[in-house]
C-alpha cells in the first residue's frame, strides 16, 4: 500500500509516499481500506514536532511513528477474530491525537475505538466532522453558557471555529465572530448575526462586550480580551498562549479577579462523539471542507494548512 512516511521531525518537504505493506489486524482490530482523511492543526504539529513538547508525546528525538495521519474515514475490509460489533463493508470513521498512521490506503483500527459513519453523510464529510469538532465540544462544555449571553467566536473559519459555531447556534445566545473577507457571508450562513472583518477591524477595539470569548485559532490574549470581557466573563483559547500563560491564568483568575480563563482540556471520544454524531444525524452540522488533495500531493495539502488560509477542513481523498 501507499502511505505518507516521515522519519524525523521537519517541513511537509520531508514527507514521502512510499509502497509498504498492508498491516495485518490483531484479534481485537479490523482493517480498514481509508476513503478519506485530513491534514488539521494536530497533524501539522506531529510532522513538525512543534511545539517542542509533542517530542514528548510522540517521540523525543524522532516520531515513534513514522507514518502521518490522525483520522480517517472508511470502509472495514477484515476483522480479527475476537471482533463481534463490527464487520466487513462497514463505513467507519475515528480519529486519535496522538497518531493512528491513517494517511495511508489501509489503517488497523481497534474495536472499541471504531464508530459508524451517520447514513446521510459521506466519508470526506466524516473525516471532516472529527478532531475540530471534538475540540468544539469540550469549549461549549467547559462553558456554563445560558440563554441570552453574548458570546464571540475569534476564528470561525477554522475547523474548530466553524464548528464551535454550529454548536453555539443550539443555545439561545447572540453571536459574533471573526474571519477574513471572503467569508463573511459564510459564517453568517453559519450563525453569527455581527461577524469581524479580521482583515480591517480589530474586534478587541470594540464597543461591544461578551460574556465567553472563544479564541479558536489562538491568535489573541486574555489581556488583549479581556476589556471587551463582561463582569464573570470567560476567555477560552485553543492555544496554550505564550509561555503558557493561559494555564498561568486558568490557576490564577480561579483564585482571583472577576473575568476568567478556562483551559479547555479535551473530553474523551467517548463524551464528544456522541454528541457530534447526533447533530450529524440531525443536519444541525455540517463540516466545513476547503478542498481535497490526492496522497501523492499530501506535501501540499499540509503546505496550505500551515498557511493559515484554510477554510474549515482540508481532505486526503483517497479515491483520487
Known amino acids: 500500500m501507499k502511505a505518507a512516511i516521515r522519519r524525523k521531525y521537519g517541513s511537509p518537504e520531508t514527507i514521502q509516499i512510499e509502497d509498504i505493506g498492508i498491516p495485518t489486524p490483531s484479534d481485537n482490530e479490523v482493517l480498514i481500506k481509508v476513503a478519506a482523511t485530513t491534514v488539521n492543526r494536530t497533524d501539522c504539529a506531529n510532522l513538525t514536532g512543534k511545539p517542542f513538547i509533542m517530542h514528548f508525546v510522540l517521540g523525543f528525538f524522532k516520531p515513534g511513528k513514522i507514518i502521518l495521519g490522525t483520522d480517517y474515514a472508511g470502509t472495514i475490509v477484515s476483522t480479527g477474530k475476537n471482533v463481534s460489533s463490527y464487520k466487513i463493508n462497514d463505513m467507519v470513521f475515528g480519529f486519535k491525537d496522538t497518531g493512528l498512521s491513517s494517511q495511508a490506503e489501509y489503517v488497523t483500527i481497534p474495536e472499541k475505538d471504531l464508530l459508524l459513519i451517520p447514513g446521510n453523510i459521506n466519508f470526506k ?147 464528544t462523539m456522541p454528541y457530534i454524531i447526533d447533530l450529524l444525524k440531525k443536519g444541525k452540522y455540517i463540516p466545513l471542507i476547503d478542498r481535497a488533495y490526492s496522497l501523492q500531493d499530501i506535501s501540499k495539502a499540509y503546505t496550505y494548512v500551515m498557511s493559515g488560509e484554510k477554510t474549515g477542513n482540508v481532505i486526503i481523498d483517497m479515491e483520487i
Not at 149 to 175: C, M, Y
Not at 185 to 211: C, H, M, P, W
Not at 215 to 243: H, M, Q, R, T, W
Not at 249 to 260: D, L, P, V
Request: hydrophobic share 40%.
Open 125 to 271: 464529510q466524516a473525516a471532516a466532522s472529527l478532531e475540530g469538532a471534538h475540540y468544539a465540544y469540550t469549549f461549549i462544555h467547559k462553558s456554563p453558557i445560558q440563554a441570552g449571553q453574548k458570546i464571540f467566536i475569534n476564528g470561525a473559519t477554522g475547523a474548530i471555529g466553524s464548528a464551535l459555531l454550529q454548536f453555539v447556534k443550539q443555545f439561545d445566545v447572540e453571536i459574533a465572530a471573526s474571519c477574513n473577507t471572503k467569508n463573511i457571508n459564510l459564517i453568517k450562513s453559519l450563525g453569527a448575526q455581527r461577524v469581524y472583518d479580521f482583515t480591517k477591524e480589530d474586534f478587541t477595539k470594540g464597543n461591544e462586550k461578551y460574556d465567553f470569548i472563544f479564541d479558536a485559532v489562538g491568535k489573541s490574549s486574555f489581556g488583549k480580551c479581556k476589556p471587551i470581557l463582561n463582569k464573570g466573563g470567560v476567555y477560552i483559547s485553543s492555544e496554550l498562549g505564550a509561555y503558557g500563560q493561559n494555564l498561568f491564568f486558568a490557576i490564577s483568575t480561579a483564585i482571583a479577579g472577576n473575568k476568567k480563563v478556562f483551559f479547555p482540556a479535551p473530553y474523551s471520544k467517548q463524551k
